[in-house]
C-alpha cells in the first residue's frame, strides 16, 4: 500500500482560512457505507441520522496556547517552539525552530525583559524532525504563563490570524493539553448538543490530547512503514461504561472526529474488543485493512492529501468510496481542513 494511493488534487482556494460564524452552519456531507449513496445536507441537519440510544463520543481535550517565540541567551536569535506533550515535570517534547542552531545546553528566554524573563528553557536533546526535548524554568504556575506569552497553534496552511482564539476550541473543552484541536467537534454548539440528548442521544465525553502523532505528514512511501509518535488519552469509568452499555442494547457508537475514534480503538484492542477504564499513550495507526471494534459511524473534516487522516477514514468506509467523496466535495465547493465543512460516515441512509 503506497502512500502516493492516498493523494488528491484539491483546489488552494478550498482551504478554509477562518472559521463560519455560526459553528453549526458548515455543510455536512454524509457518506453512505452501505449503498455508496452521497448526500449534501447542513451541519445542523446531523440529529436526522442519529436515533434514541445512539451515542456521541466528544473528545474534551482543550488545546494550550502552544506557541511561543522567545531568542536565544547567547546571540538573541529568534527561536520558535511548539509545546507536542510534557514529558515529565517542566520537561517538554517540542518542534523548535530553526533546530539546526539548538545545541544541548542552549538557553532561551521569552517575555519583554532579557534580564527578567517570564520563563527559561534550557534544550536537553535534539532529536529527528525537529524534536526538541526541553526543559522549562519560572515563578508561578506554568499555563497561565503561557496563557501571557504563547499563541494559538494553528496549522501552517492556515494564514489569516484568528480574532477569536476560542473558535480554535471545541464547546465542550475542558482538559488542557493539545497542541492542535480535534476540529470535528468545532461544528457543534451547546444547542445542538442540548437537542441531541433531547432526542435519546447519549453525549460521552473521553480525552485524546492531540501532538505530533495526528498531524505529521507520511513521507514514507510504504505506508505501512510509518511511525506515529504517541499521544496520551483518557476513559473515565463512567464513559467506559456508557459506550458499553449503549454498544450492548444495541445503538451505534458515533465518534466525533479522528482522534475519538484511535482512543476508542486503542482501548478496545488493549481489551480484547472491550471499551474499559484506561489512560495511557497510544500511536495506534489506523489504515486500510483495520477491524474496527467499537466505532460505528464517523463524524469528521476534510483531510490532508497523504496524511494519516485520510487513511484512518479510508479505512473506516473504504478508499474508493472516500476518494468518491473527496471528489464530489471538491466539485460541490466544500471547505476544506481544520475550519472547513465535515462529512458524516454512517451505515444506514436516513
Known sequence: MKT??????????????????????SRLLVVDKKSGELEDRHFSDILDYLKPGDALVLNETKVIPARIIGVKAETDGAVELLLLKELENDVWECLARPQKRLHEGTKILFGNSKA????????????????TRIKFDYTGIFLEILEKLGIMPLPPYIHEQLKDQNRYQTVYAK????????????HFTPELL??????GVKIIKITLHVGLGTFRPVNVEDVTK??????????????????????????RI???GTTTVRTLETVAEKFRGEVRAARGETDIFIYPGFKFKVVDGLITNFHLPKSTLIMLVSAFAGKDLIFKAYEHAVSEKYRFFSFGDAMLITEEEK
Open 254 to 256: 458515533f465518534a466525533v
Open 116 to 131: 527578567e524573563p517570564d520563563l527559561t528553557a534550557t534544550v536537553l536533546e535534539t532529536l529527528d524532525e525537529g524534536l
Open 4 to 25: 502516493d494511493d492516498f493523494d488528491y488534487f484539491l483546489p488552494e482556494d478550498l482551504i478554509a482560512q477562518t472559521p463560519l460564524k455560526d459553528r453549526a452552519s
Open 175 to 186: 482538559n488542557l493539553g493539545s497542541a492542535a484541536a480535534p476540529t470535528a467537534g468545532l
Open 226 to 251: 510509518h511511525k506515529m509518535h504517541t499521544e496520551a488519552y483518557e476513559i473515565s469509568e463512567p464513559a467506559a461504561a456508557e459506550i458499553c452499555a449503549v454498544k450492548k442494547s444495541g445503538g
Open 194 to 199: 442540548k437537542a441531541a440528548e433531547k432526542k
